[in-house]
């Protein structure tokens, strides 16, 4: 679908080892079970709006 490309940043390996905040391993085996079809959306999508706000409202606190 048209999220597709920012679901695959968010979750990226690099994305998750740079935050710090999840573990990589983990956020990767969600990230293909739900390509696999075997979970829902949620997840996922839960993940990747935490790694958008935190760029938002963290990143952005640390640019200033």
């Given at each position: 679908?048209?999220l597709?490309?920012?679901l695959?940043?968010?979750?990226?390996?690099?994305?998750t080892?740079?935050?710090?905040?999840?573990?990589p391993?983990?956020?990767?085996?969600?990230?293909a079970?739900?390509?696999?079809g075997?979970?829902c959306?949620?997840?996922?999508?839960?993940?990747?709006?935490?790694?958008?706000w935190?760029?938002k409202?963290?990143?952005?606190?640390?640019?200033?």
């Amino acid at each position: 679908g048209p999220l597709r490309e920012e679901l695959k940043d968010a979750l990226s390996e690099t994305s998750t080892r740079r935050r710090g905040f999840l573990d990589p391993g983990a956020v990767k085996q969600v990230n293909a079970l739900f390509e696999a079809g075997q979970i829902c959306w949620a997840q996922p999508w839960t993940l990747m709006i935490l790694e958008l706000w935190l760029r938002k409202t963290v990143d952005n606190c640390l640019d200033v």
